[in-house]
């Protein structure tokens, strides 16, 4: 039966192209024309097909078409699945089975019954999937904007219920209305999808207890003004430091480094220089940065005093006499609570010393590098002052080049080099024997000075 190649347009305005087999080209136009499609060219094939990509394989399937007759034909595809799909959304065809070419009667029974089923199941996977991943990408959204919100929202609920109850003395009678009817209006908003006007609602009780003027009371001492108001200041700082907290990396940056030692200190048999060297950095900054919950509470307060001394400070710069009177006495007392909180966190530091760690390789390397450098500009001393007296005095021998080494500039270069390395650690071993933070610097301070001089003079 002679074979036609056409190319047409479906019932979808795609256009697509195949092969069908009729006795004639009028039969081919109209059994295409039954399945709906409008004819844009039509030509017999020819009989040995050009050759086509070896990942291109030729299947046969078995379909209805719309009005339920039984089709039986082939479509090359790259796997099967894309055929399916093609005969599906083109041609508009039920598929009933779809099997490679030269199948075994047992393989094509399998497809009818079992794999077009399959087949069926993963196409409606895919169609689903672009429309179900953006689904599940916007609820994703939303939750994550919703539980950000939601902790700001209790955050600013804690702090105007703690500015209504803390500085009623000094807030006016309107301020504090309006205050606790915000509050009334977010706690009923908490539970709306609404996540604007939420925010908004937010916002505002937020820019209104930020507001200088509802911080105001004539009834007030002087003094007792003072307190309050510089304590609703330093609070309204931390409530900023909260909403607009970053991301912990200090502890993200701990969890690295122990995941590094594990992996090559802990459990490496004998560490190499280079990562022993880079241990003893780590270590350092785990003993700075892996405090514990007490030690962090300290830190915390200590940040809380230095706030409010800066503000005191600003009233005893700016104030008149019977100001600095009353300021004078309260930035005294919080110096005291510093020192004691400085005191206590010092303490708790020192106790919390778990990582113990043993920099007995590091100085040991620094005592014999001092050492080796020592002796090495001793060495060229008595190096310099033997052929300085031997090319100066007449001994009846012509000085030899060997003895004016010294006049290169390869050997000034190595000379200064070690001079500086030398001199730096001297410096470490007298100055600063027990100094960690200098034992991690002295290196590259050192070689930054030996490159400065060499590419300099």
């Known amino acids: 039966m002679p074979r036609f190649k056409y190319t047409a347009v479906n019932q979808q305005n795609k256009k697509i192209s195949g092969i069908i087999h009729a006795s004639a080209e009028t039969d081919a136009r109209q059994e295409l024309n039954v399945l709906g499609f409008s004819i844009l060219h039509m030509e ?31 479509i090359r595809s790259i796997n099967i699945l894309q055929a399916y799909t093609r005969l599906t959304d083109e041609y508009k065809f039920t598929v009933t089975a779809l099997y490679p070419e030269n ?49 700001e929202v209790d955050i600013i609920i804690a702090f105007a219920k703690k500015v209504v109850d803390e500085y009623t003395a000094i807030l006016s009678s ?32 937020l820019i209104h207890i930020q507001n200088p003027a509802i911080f105001e009371s004539p009834e007030l001492q002087f003094k007792e003004h003072i307190f309050l108001k510089i304590k609703a200041k330093t609070q309204l700082k931390e409530l900023n430091r909260a909403l607009h907290r970053k991301a912990p990396w200090r502890e993200e940056t701990v969890q690295k480094i122990k995941q590094w030692q594990e992996a090559n200190i802990n459990n490496v048999e004998k560490p190499n220089f280079i990562h022993r060297l880079i241990n003893t950095l780590f270590d350092y900054l785990l ?39 009353i300021v004078q006495p309260l930035i005294r007392e919080l110096w005291n609570k510093r020192k004691n909180l400085k ?48 090319v100066t005095k007449n001994f009846g021998i012509e000085p030899s080049s060997r003895w004016l080494v010294f006049h290169s500039r390869t050997f000034k270069m190595l000379l200064a080099s070690i001079f500086i390395l030398h001199g730096s650690l001297s ?31």
């Open 44 to 74: 017999i094939a020819p009989e040995k097909e050009e050759k086509t990509d070896e990942t291109i394989q030729k299947l046969k399937f078995e379909a209805l078409d719309k009005s339920g007759k039984k089709i039986l034909g082939s």
């Open 103 to 151: 199948s075994t009667e047992e393989i094509i029974q399998k497809a009818r019954n079992i794999e077009i089923i399959s087949l069926k199941r993963q196409y409606q996977e895919n169609k689903k999937l672009p429309e179900q991943r953006k689904e599940e990408e916007r609820s994703k959204k939303y939750e994550n904007q919703r539980e950000k919100l939601m902790v």
């Open 174 to 205: 309107d301020a504090r209305t309006e205050i606790k009817k915000n509050i009334d209006k977010l706690l009923r908003l908490k539970t709306s999808g609404n996540l604007a006007y939420i925010k908004q609602t937010a916002d505002e009780i």
């Open 287 to 325: 003993q700075k940065w892996d405090i514990n919950d007490t030690t962090k509470e300290l830190q915390k307060e200590i940040k809380k005093i230095h706030g409010e001394l800066f503000e005191y400070a600003q009233i005893w710069l700016k104030g008149d006499t019977e100001s600095k009177k």
């Open 343 to 390: 005191r206590n966190f010092i303490h708790e530091t020192l106790i919390q010393k778990k990582y113990g760690f043993d920099t007995s390789f590091l100085k040991n390397l620094m005592y014999e590098l001092n050492t080796f450098t020592g002796w090495l500009l001793t060495f060229y001393l008595l190096y310099y002052f033997v052929a300085l007296y031997a």
């Open 427 to 457: 410096i470490k071993i007298q100055f600063f024997p027990r100094s960690s933070f200098a034992a991690i610097i002295i290196l590259p301070l050192s070689i930054s000075a030996i490159l400065f001089v060499i590419y300099n003079f």
